[in-house]
């Protein structure tokens, strides 16, 4: 089983930036598929953004497609979402979670889920 630690969530005017990270302990990043999701009160937890095992490939929600960023850090086992041009409707609580395997779109597809980090963005 992994541990996931989300951080760097915030408030932040539209047009802002922000830089999430899931750290990973008890097993290497870089051997699973990493998604990050979001979730906003009242809806379903829906895909934002997901990177291969060692990063080779990345897959994007078609709403933050050329504003937000996914990679790993194997160097220190984490996985970030650099988030650019950020707008109001992102506003939502943000995870990341892990499998083995390849990246899913489906949060029933993933194993291990950490806490959350809420992301706000005024208008």
């Known amino acids: 089983q992994v541990q996931l630690t989300e951080s760097g969530g915030g408030f932040v005017q539209a047009g802002g930036s922000l830089r999430l990270s899931c750290a990973a302990s008890?097993?290497?990043?870089?051997?699973?598929?990493v998604g990050w999701f979001r979730q906003v009160p009242g809806e379903e937890r829906e895909f934002v953004a997901g990177i291969s095992m060692n990063g080779l490939m990345t897959y994007y929600n078609d709403s933050v497609k050329g504003r937000f960023t996914i990679s790993t850090d194997l160097a220190e086992n984490t996985v970030s979402l650099q988030m650019n041009n950020l707008k109001p409707e992102d506003t939502a609580v943000y995870y990341c979670a892990s499998r083995a395997g390849f990246v899913r779109t489906s949060t029933s597809a993933y194993e291990d889920w950490g806490q959350g980090t809420q992301v706000t963005v005024s208008s």
């Open positions: 008890g097993r290497t990043i870089g051997g699973l598929a």
